[in-house]
């Protein structure tokens, strides 16, 4: 998530305001790269949203959670608003503590968790109005960026080179667990975690965004770094990820979105641009991709919050089929114990070297002497023997049979035989 910023004095020279921009040429893109599409949703209005230079956003369960820099605020809407429509809540007031909200991000809990001039805050789900934070902690630097990880553990960027990494704490200042403070780090912004838990950072006056592996600390190596001329990134204020690993790239200079392939890295150009006078992005701000792929941006400029169609087509795999289920082979080492005169002789066998494609549910043992039956028994999947009583035999050639069975039914029979004096 990443934000920008209007003239506020929280941001006074960071090169977020027109008057302080470098001129740049336009970007030149493949024509089927670029995207020229209007949003499929725009929540904005006078009257009701209440929307006031939003710079970040974050969605879960299709719901937006949005940091109101210009009023000091957050506002949550419900999945699929548009127009003017009133937040499902929205948390404010003196009470909140909120005085410069930057980035938001959403745990797993459905904590909304807020980087503010110079702490941090924690909202309960249902925070509505003028509520009090669950949580609030100082993290020891001026925070910017936030997002809370995999690990739910809370990064904070502080708008320059550093990272600090806390665990969720609902009382007290939780030490920090790591600090990066990489070179490669500059004006760092907006934070995401993709599916590998990494962290990726976007760097405003960089020009790119890196990532960096769970765990890193100190001056750590990016295991990923997209910069160069071919990448065209002017001013990176946030970055996001989809489901299949893609890099979305808020521009705030080129007023668009930039989208990088899964595997990216180095100087490589997007696979896609969102932009152009359809898109309607005045000052883009912040961004998040929603589970089904729709692309969410929060305008500073423009005092909305555009949803648009996913860039990209589902990827559809046809199910693997299940291979056939056959029966089972034959148990292996079937064995009779004992000698023939003895009173009790013990069958004993081992599971089949082949179930079939299924678990292997019973066995049945039968014995016969010619073609008459003397012992039939079903036993259940764990048990692979049985002891037979002379009484039950007769004397001469006996010959035990003892097949397993699946879900298909009764494999081959395995038979030993064996003599029997009585």
């Not at 970007?27 to 006078?46: E, F, M, Q």
């Not at 097949?403 to 030993?416: D, E, Q, V, W």
Request: charged share 20%; net charge positive; proline share 6%.
């Amino acid at each position: 998530m990443n934000h920008t910023i209007r003239v506020p004095v929280a941001l006074a020279g960071t090169a977020l305001i027109a008057g302080s921009l470098v001129a740049v040429g336009p970007s030149a893109t493949a024509d089927d790269v670029n995207i020229h599409v209007a949003p499929i949703r725009t929540i904005k209005g006078p009257t009701n949203t209440g929307l006031a230079g939003p710079v970040d956003l974050d969605v879960r369960d299709g719901k937006i959670f949005v940091s109101n820099a210009d009023d000091r605020s957050l506002s949550v809407f419900a999945a699929g608003a548009n127009g003017d429509v009133r937040p499902l809540r929205r948390i404010s007031g003196a009470a909140s503590l909120i005085t410069n909200p930057h980035d938001v991000s959403v745990d797993s809990a459905g904590f909304t968790w807020v980087a503010d001039l110079d702490r941090v805050f924690a909202f309960a789900p249902t925070a509505d109005g003028n509520v009090a934070p669950d949580a609030v902690f100082d993290p020891g630097i001026n925070p910017y960026g936030i997002a809370v990880d995999r690990s739910n553990k809370v990064n904070v960027s502080d708008l320059v080179k550093t990272i600090r990494v806390f665990p969720i704490s609902a009382t007290g200042t939780p030490a920090a667990e790591r600090t990066i403070t990489s070179s490669h780090l500059t004006n760092a912004r907006g934070l995401a975690v993709d599916g590998a838990n990494r962290l990726w950072v976007a760097n405003g006056l960089g020009a790119s965004v890196v990532a960096f592996a769970p765990g890193a600390i100190g001056d750590a190596e990016p295991v990923r770094v997209i910069k160069g001329p071919r990448t065209q990134i002017q001013f990176a204020t946030d970055v996001a990820l989809d489901a299949a690993g893609r890099v979305y790239v808020v521009d705030h200079h080129a007023k668009n979105v930039k989208v990088f392939a899964a595997t990216a890295n180095g100087d490589v150009a997007p696979i896609k641009v969102l932009g152009g006078p359809a898109a309607a992005l005045t000052m883009a701000a912040g961004a998040a991709v929603a589970r089904e792929g729709t692309l969410v941006v929060a305008d500073y400029g423009g005092d909305d919050i555009s949803s648009f169609a996913p860039l990209f087509a589902p990827v559809t795999t046809k199910p693997v089929p299940k291979p056939a289920v056959k029966v089972p082979g034959k148990p292996r080492a079937l064995k009779v114990a004992g000698k023939r005169g003895a009173k009790t002789r013990k069958v004993s066998w081992r599971a089949p070297s082949s179930n079939g494609g299924a678990r292997i549910t019973g066995y049945r043992l039968v014995v016969k002497r010619g073609n008459k039956t003397l012992v039939k028994r079903t036993f259940g999947a764990s048990r692979r023997s049985f002891t037979l009583k002379r009484a039950k035999l007769r004397s001469g050639r006996v010959t035990v049979f003892v097949k397993a069975k699946n879900a298909k039914g009764y494999g081959k029979n395995a038979t030993k035989s064996f003599r029997v004096r009585k």
